[in-house]
């Protein structure tokens, strides 16, 4: 007499298969996006800034025609090039007309989960205002901003002093400051834009007092600062944010 078939053990046996299925199916999409990205970086690499020595930015302004060259030949929403050394962070990055475009498309404009490096659509593009931010995703292969978190270590946060902006007609410092974790909703840090004399007052005392890695610079409100952001998981709505003051060099 054949044996009778146990339905807990098919629908079991289904479960099981349908969730390798799915698990399958989403390690070949991450398998292809992160081959994209990879891609992507390559292509890029063309209109890349002149190299610089590890653990160095370049001193000299200078222009940057490979910059104006992107920008004529990729996307004219292109700004410029950042570059964080010793981190994964150096990227052509964009300003679109809001915070959401640039959240999942490259800077081609073409859908990617990894989306692009963007500055805030309320910030001069030339980075003259007080407070201009920069937002990336914290990717899990270590891409985009992801290596903000890497300042949370002190020893690391004392080695690394220093990033650079590559824009069409100069290049500048960035002399690091300050890293925090802060709420999404933070109503001092996501202030972009110019300020006030009071604002900015406020603004770096807030840094000072809050920090969880800070190093003392002689600011001032009359400098420039770019706040790089991505997000964190220390609590709901957690960000991860790197300040640095911005420096002509002459």
Not at 17 to 31: D, E, P, R, T, W
Not at 119 to 124: I, V
Not at 216 to 234: H, K, M, N, W
Request: with cysteine; proline share 3%.
């Amino acid at each position: 007499m054949a044996l009778r078939k146990n339905p807990l053990r098919i629908v079991c046996a289904l479960l099981l298969f349908a969730v390798f299925a799915v698990s399958a199916y989403q390690i070949f999409v991450l398998g292809k996006e992160a081959d994209a990205q990879t891609q992507l970086r390559g292509d890029l690499q063309v209109y890349q800034p002149g190299a610089e020595s590890a653990g160095t930015v370049q001193r000299a302004a200078k222009k940057n025609p490979k910059i104006s060259q992107a920008q004529e030949e990729i996307n004219p929403e292109i700004v410029g090039w950042l570059r964080i050394p010793q981190t994964a962070i150096d990227y052509l990055f964009v300003q679109g007309t809001d915070n959401i475009a640039y959240l999942a498309r490259d800077v081609y404009g073409k859908s990617a989960k990894a989306g692009s490096i963007f500055m805030d659509y309320r910030c001069a593009g030339d980075f003259s205002d007080f407070n201009t931010i920069l937002y990336g995703h914290n990717m899990k292969n270590g891409s985009m901003f992801r290596d903000i978190r890497r300042f949370a270590d002190a020893d690391f946060f004392r080695a690394n002093t220093a990033g650079s902006l590559h824009l069409p007609e100069t290049t500048l410092t960035l002399d690091i400051f300050a890293y925090l974790l802060i709420k999404a909703d933070d109503a001092v840090l996501y202030r972009a834009g110019d300020q006030s004399m009071q604002e900015r007052e406020d603004f770096l005392r807030y840094v000072k007092q809050n920090a969880k890695q800070y190093r003392a610079l002689a600011l001032s409100p009359e400098d420039r600062i770019v706040t790089l952001s991505t997000c964190s998981y220390e609590f709901s709505n957690a960000r991860m944010v790197l300040l640095a003051r911005l420096r002509s060099e002459t």
